[in-house]
């Protein structure tokens, strides 16, 4: 309850109150201080739940991340390894071809060497029978050759036979 005075234009306003009103009113303000602690209590263990989840999704956004990237290494790791086989492939190919190809032309100097050896003991062997024709008349006797090849050089053997 309030009355209100009025004195030189000032206006007075006094309350009375209540023994029963202001314990009404100590009752309301605690049940809200009860509800905001209990509210409190809520919002605490809410905003606990919140950080949960939200590390909960961190983690899981890290993981992903992270499996993501071993995915993309272990792909690159084996990208670069093909690459490497295939390289090593030509270069081996390569090596290969130039071993066939010197081989090749070694094969043909040899040749041409023991050819031209051969066309050396051929045209010996030919002044040796035309010489040799002259004095048939002379002497009756045979001639008998032997021929051996080696790889650096060509040994030729004539044996003069008289029967």
Request: aromatic residues 8%.
């Amino acid at each position: 309850m309030g009355v209100r005075f009025c004195k030189d234009g000032h206006v007075i306003q006094i309350i009375i109150e209540n023994k029963e009103e202001v314990t009404m009113k100590k009752m309301k303000e605690q049940q809200k201080k009860k509800e905001k602690t209990k509210n409190g209590r809520r919002v605490i263990a809410a905003k606990k739940i919140q950080a949960w989840w939200r590390g909960t999704l961190v983690r899981r956004t890290l993981l992903h991340a992270a499996l993501s990237t071993w995915i993309i290494q272990s792909w690159w790791r084996l990208t670069k390894d093909r690459l490497l086989q295939k390289k090593r492939r030509a270069a081996l190919s390569d090596y290969a071809l130039r071993e066939r190809a010197v081989v090749k032309l070694q094969s043909l100097v040899r040749m041409w060497r023991i050819h031209w050896r051969y066309c050396q003991v051929l045209n010996a062997i030919y002044v040796i029978q035309c010489h040799w024709q002259c004095h048939n008349c002379q002497t009756c006797a045979l001639l008998r050759g032997h021929c051996v090849v080696t790889a650096t050089h060509l040994q030729f053997h004539i044996e003069i036979i008289n029967p």
